[in-house]
């Protein structure tokens, strides 16, 4: 209702194009389904890096890199848009998956908690902390970005509501204690009403600004685990229709300065925004794909993709 109110088009019926966070990525920036990839199954087996190396060299940010836009990425803690070696800036907040994951491993936390009790540095390695530091601090960097002069492109992947819910409704960090005593339901409706402060403020700020308006997409990639799918042991064959809703249906939201979103739909999915927004901008003439939704079997089988289109939308589609 707040986006509505401010002039923003949401697709009410809009779902992602592959269930997991880097295929649904890759696909969206590279404005273009991944099932190509299907091809090298047998070499690629359950590497992420062909993918991987789509979120760091994309369609999008050549087209608007050679459109002369400066490339700002502001990544979360996840490896996969923590960096962009091919954007122009990078903004990461806190340590790497990797680096967070071996340190705290290690005596190197206990260490620094006795030598510098309430240090940035020891604090860095307690997860809560880098989190609940870094999700404020996007949102800072994002309004920033967006004050620069010359035409630029920020993309920001910021994990709210997604797990931990760390954050109260307010936005306060919870300690580890803490958040595992709440109901996770309760934490990720607490956790939700922050990210809705997080984006109003957000909104408001980029709107406020005088001169001209920027193009706004707020998009997320991907739906929570039903229940029965967060172990990880269930093949996606075996899904329910509604479960196949709960995980591909997305936030999908965009913000045109003219408000003219005649090529705009309440179905339209994350393959087809930026062709739809490099068509309306830069005159490309790209078809409109046809929406469809993939799934793989399991995370053995990630190349795996097969058609759940119809499973989604009840055979609408």
Known sequence: DLLRSRGFYVAGDSHSNYLKTATSLASSLSLDYINFLSARKDEYGIAWQPIYGMLGDHRLGRFLKG????????GSWWRGTQHNPFADENHSFGLSEFDWQFGRKTLLPQLLAAALSDSGAAAQLRWEYGQCQRVPRQIEQIKASGGRAGPVFVFAHILVPHEPYLFDAAGRCLSLAEAAARDPEAGYLAQLRYAN???????????????RKPVIVLQADEGPFPTRYRSGDLSWHEAEPAELRMKTGILNAYYFPDQDYAT???????????RMILNKYFGTGLERLPDRIYASP????IYDFFDVTDLVHGGAH
Do not use: C, H, K, M
Request: aromatic residues 10%; hydrophobic residues 50%; proline residues 5%.
């Open 67 to 74: 459109a002369g836009y400066t490339y700002v990425q502001i």
């Open 298 to 301: 399991d995370a053995f089988q």
């Open 197 to 211: 402060l997080l984006l109003a403020d957000l909104v408001e700020g980029l709107l406020a600004r005088p001169g």
């Open 264 to 274: 705009l739909d309440g179905a339209i999915s994350p393959v087809n925004s930026f």
